[in-house]
């Protein structure tokens, strides 16, 4: 054990959280326990919708119940902590809880990149290859397509918090952030954090470069057939299919970005916690109001409910 370090049992890390000015503190925990309350009502409230109605039993609405699913889940993961420290005196997490919020944080963070994805391919199937979307977007392709967006998800949180657990932290134990971040947490290492920076280049350059290639192809092509489309009535249907997902696809991905491709600064991880709370707190409220809101098929289902 290096010198100075501290055992696993009693080693713990003091969260800075989102802001030091105590008089907002207070307005922050009502607007994000606001923003928690939506997002659990609201995708609460749309995987059951999905799963009560069988006419939203298609392949697009079986990934927007997982969306709804992981958006849920990995809002809980962060979110009440958050609201804790925000009324709390010392915002304190222990080594285990913070290796386990990564670990959750990173899983469900890649399993959202992964269901946009896929989300992606299936309007382009179902826009520009119509006739072939019940052959080829069958159940059993849709539910390999979920096992590899979990399986994948669980690599590469485990591949992150692995790294992770390899380092050594000493007397330094205050996180520039208000959860269990990657880049704070490396900040804090007193050993070579090499593998780690690898690790983390390798997986979000993957996660962000491999569905933004896919879903910009897919849209390239879903725009091209749309402007093609000479009935002025399938015009603004074909794109009511896709405008809601290339929404969150472009808040999701933007701030996601911007957190991990700006340079390291103080400033700039400051400016990097305010673009996490888009992806980590506003994504997941934004999913069901927009499919909602913007979707016709659920409008039917919520006024029939």
Known sequence: MAKGSLSEESREFILVGLT???????????????????????????????GLNFHLRTPMYYFLLNLSFVDLCYSSVITPKLLVNLVSHMNIISYRGCMTQLFFYCFFVSAECYVLTVMAYDRYVAICRPLLYTVTMSPQFCSLLAAVVYVGAFIGAWAHTGCMLRLTFCHANTINHYMCEILPLLELSCTSTHVNELVV????????????????????????????????????????????????????FGSGAFMFLHPSSVLSMDQGKVSTVFYTLAVPMLNPLIFSFRNKEVKVALKKS
């Open 201 to 252: 280049f390798m997986l979000v350059g993957f996660n962000m470069a491999v569905p933004t290639l896919t879903i910009s192809v897919s849209y390239t092509f879903i725009i091209s057939i749309v402007f093609h489309i000479r009935s002025t009535a399938g015009r603004p249907k074909a794109f009511s299919t896709w405008s809601s997902h290339i929404i969150l696809v472009s808040i999701f």
């Open 20 to 50: 030091d000015y105590s008089e907002i503190k207070l307005p922050f925990f009502f607007l994000f326990l606001g923003i928690y309350t939506v997002t659990v009502a609201g995708n609460l409230g749309l995987i059951a919708l999905i």
